[in-house]
């Protein structure tokens, strides 16, 4: 196979979607109540550095009530809870190859099912700029990851501490193998790797090719329009989710909205949606690190408030069925159609209730139509990062459970347990 070659998109055609919907106010956005929650993670020695990112779903193929919830941590490695929010497992992350280089630190989890014989959940270490491996059996993760396995977007370990790494991360099964499909931090990049099965049951991958979506944008007005970043970084994508019937990856570009493309990166992406700040110009201030935003020219999306983060999708037997966004800006979640252009139909948050505190910045999310324990309709899981009660001097994140038919009810969409199953 040839290396792996970028296409460039400078002459990328950015096309938008419409909307069914107006957008809502925040006093008519429903509160879902969420059902269990994971223990507090603390983002500090004491904590092990513990700082939650993305949850995956791991379904067991006896009896779903074994089913267990694959979540990151960053430095603190990952964590597996069974459908009671209980810890049964914790794996930490890799050491550090030298006295100067970073520290393994796991951003994001997906779950490949079968394998050479093996469901294996799939993490991105962008401490060290990996894929590993960890086959699932019974609940529990068994490390699998070929010590040799490759550098994704780097050469040398240099490099890698420049922290310009595999950051978000989803997988992709087709006809022709099983991938991970892997964003670049710091840069327009999303990678494909082809998984690869080495000697003495191990894993590795390969490199397929490399997308980079745009870094400016053109506006109405004819003005160019680039997001405001520290120097030297570009508008990063974390969130990604494949459409498994269809072969259509989407794509969160945190300050510009959510892309639809070939799941093999050939072709030119869609701008599905934008964020409501897109377009806005910024000026970078060296003292404070942070942007100032100029005058809102008008030109930006109703729905999501950057940063446009986790993706997800719910089946439903009928080919159809609702990708899930998480609007971070505003603590809520985006719901769009699967099908054709995903158009827009509603929005939701994961409020407080029963002892157990809403959700907020979320990061990653995952949703599955598939019955869980007592989640006979689905089972929908987010970040949170601002858990609460808060803890001085001690940054707080867990994950959040709640029920598929509970989204359902209050947005008016379908309940389907006979969707897509991820084990098909």
């Known amino acids: 196979m040839r290396p792996a070659r970028p296409l460039f998109l400078a002459a990328l055609s950015v096309m938008l979607t419409g909307s069914l919907a107006a957008p809502a106010s925040s006093q008519s956005i429903p509160s879902i109540d969420p059902k269990i929650e994971t223990p507090a993670l603390f983002d500090d020695e004491a904590g092990g550095n513990a700082n939650g990112d993305d949850p995956a779903i791991w379904v067991d193929p006896d009896d779903d009530e074994d089913s267990v919830v694959v979540t990151t941590a960053k430095e603190g490695g990952l964590n597996v809870y069974d459908l009671d929010g209980d810890l049964t497992q ?114 590795s991958y390969r490199a397929v090719r490399t997308l ?73 201030d060296p003292e404070t690190e942070e942007c100032v935003p100029g005058a809102d020219p008008g030109y930006g999306g109703a729905h999501l408030s950057a940063d446009a983060e986790g993706l997800t999708i719910y089946y439903r037997e009928d080919g159809k069925g609702y990708l899930l966004a998480s609007s971070q800006g505003d603590n809520t979640f985006a719901v769009y159609r699967r099908e054709g252009a995903n158009a827009y139909l509603g929005q939701f948050r994961v409020g407080a209730d029963d002892g157990i505190d809403g959700v907020e910045h979320s990061d990653g999310s995952m949703v599955l139509n598939v019955p869980l324990g007592d989640f006979d309709s689905g089972l929908f899981i987010a970040h949170d990062g601002a858990n609460t009660p808060e803890v001085p001097d001690r940054e707080n994140t867990n994950f959040k459970y709640a029920d598929w038919n509970d989204i359902a009810d209050d947005l008016g969409l379908d309940v389907d347990t006979d969707g897509w199953h991820p084990r098909d």
């Open 90 to 203: 914790h794996i930490d992350a890799p050491a550090a190859p030298g006295p100067d280089d970073e520290n393994g630190r796991f951003n994001n989890v997906d779950v490949a099912y079968g394998f050479a014989g093996k469901d294996l959940a799939v993490v991105s270490d962008r401490g060290r700029d990996h894929l590993r491996f960890y086959a699932v059996d019974d609940g529990r993760l068994t490390d699998v990851t070929d010590p040799a396995v490759p550098f994704l977007f780097n050469t040398t370990q240099e490099q890698v501490n420049d922290q310009e790494t595999g950051y978000g991360l989803t997988t992709w099964k087709d006809a022709t193998g099983t991938y991970a499909l892997v964003s670049r931090r710091h840069k327009t990049s999303i990678g494909l790797f082809r998984l690869v099965a080495t000697a003495g049951g191990k894993v």
């Open 212 to 284: 980079d979506l745009p870094a400016s944008f053109t506006l109405p007005n004819g003005a160019t329009w680039t997001p405001c970043m520290e120097p030297d970084e570009l508008a990063q994508v974390e969130g990604m989710v494949v459409d498994q019937q269809r072969d259509v990856l989407y794509a969160a570009q945190e300050d510009v909205g959510i892309w639809r493309m070939r799941a093999d990166l050939t072709g030119a992406p869609v701008l599905v949606d934008k964020v409501k700040e897109y377009g806005v110009p910024g000026t970078y």
